[in-house]
């Protein structure tokens, strides 16, 4: 689940137009450093103009979530892994490093993220928030708390299946959205649920070799946690589309980069008495790790870093782009990811896994595009005069 904070509409696909795409989206992350300038393009034998920043945020798009996946599992298995009872502490300090990142960019007031896309960075003013506004957008850093530190403990325990179950985000989205906000997915949406939903309860199976017969084998934590960090990820969003509709809250905080920036902050500020409650007894033995372990110094370091970059590529790619493309690019992130964790920890995908993965991610992606595709199948009727 990508941690992007998007309070406005997304424009259409723009990834091989010739036009600047990532440069026309109303976004502060995507605007263009000068007015008028247009980003570098490739073109060959006369087709479409390519949009080389935004293939290159894509890029380093999915080269920052595998980073956050190799270095959060080495910095858990640094503490002592899924048991150690340091898995809180883990999480809480990758939040930690992304809020000395934020704060070190409200310092230099210069955001350098458009620099992976070959452009100038760009000015990132302190937002002008009021007590209000922070007290309103609580809720958001609550949220993103809980489901970066869920994700955490999903992956600590098995990296791959973790990565099968958050690939199911939409059933618990689909939960949280008719329950608590009164808005039920459509009838589509619910026949693609069955299908998410039978792929990772195929990918829990385990067949003997001697009987032929399955059984259920997963790692229950993966599990429970996935799901968990899945629901409050569908918290997340609906609580900041709320968030953005009240009035001049969009203009003090200052755009997307500000609210991401704000919303990690204030995730951290909600998971250090967490973190404190529940293995505050064991905070000298982490001391005793950090300071004399290189593979935590570097896990934590590098974890906290490419989740706050690749998420903030996230949010610029998702904003310069329509639902297909977005939907298409988390789709293939997934499978990468998955296949780079298999690389990284010498595990291997059961058949079933790979079956069951397949099937909910690719239903994952019909999910996102099913009711527009439906629209142009059948068109509403036109009301008659």
Known sequence: ??????????????????????????????????????????????????????LLYFVFWYVGNMFYNKYNTMALKAVGGKYSGLTMTVSTLQLGVCTLYACLLWLTKVNPIKLFGLQLPEKMALPKTTKADLVNTLPVGFCAAAAHSAGVFCLGADPLFGQIVKAGEPVMSAFVNTVFYGKPPSLAKVFCLLFIVGGVGFASLKKNLETGAYKLKFDERALIFGMIGNSFAAFKGSENKKLMTKEGIKDRIGGVANQFALTEVLAFLISLPVMYAVEGSKWSEFCS?????????????????????????????????????????????????????????????????????????????????????????FPPAKKKD
Not at 289 to 303: F, M, P, Y
Request: hydrophobic share 45%.
């Open 1 to 54: 689940a990508s941690g992007a904070t998007l309070g406005e509409s997304r424009p259409r696909p723009a990834l091989a137009l010739g036009r600047p795409s990532v440069e026309a989206a109303p976004s502060q992350l995507v605007a263009a450093a000068q007015k008028g300038a247009r980003p570098p393009a490739v073109r060959g034998g006369g087709g479409p103009q390519v949009d080389v920043p935004l």
């Open 289 to 377: 790790l950090v300071k004399t372990s290189r593979d935590l110094q570097i896990g934590l370091a590098v974890s906290g870093m490419s989740f706050y970059i690749y998420n903030e590529l996230a949010t610029m790619t998702i904003k310069a782009t329509g639902a297909v493309t977005s939907s298409v690019a988390n789709t293939a992130k997934r499978v990468i990811v998955m296949v780079y964790m298999a690389a990284v920890t010498g595990k291997v995908l059961t058949e079933e896994q790979k079956i069951g993965a397949a099937v909910a991610i690719s239903f994952v992606l019909v999910y996102s595009v099913i009711d527009d595709v439906v629209k142009k199948v």
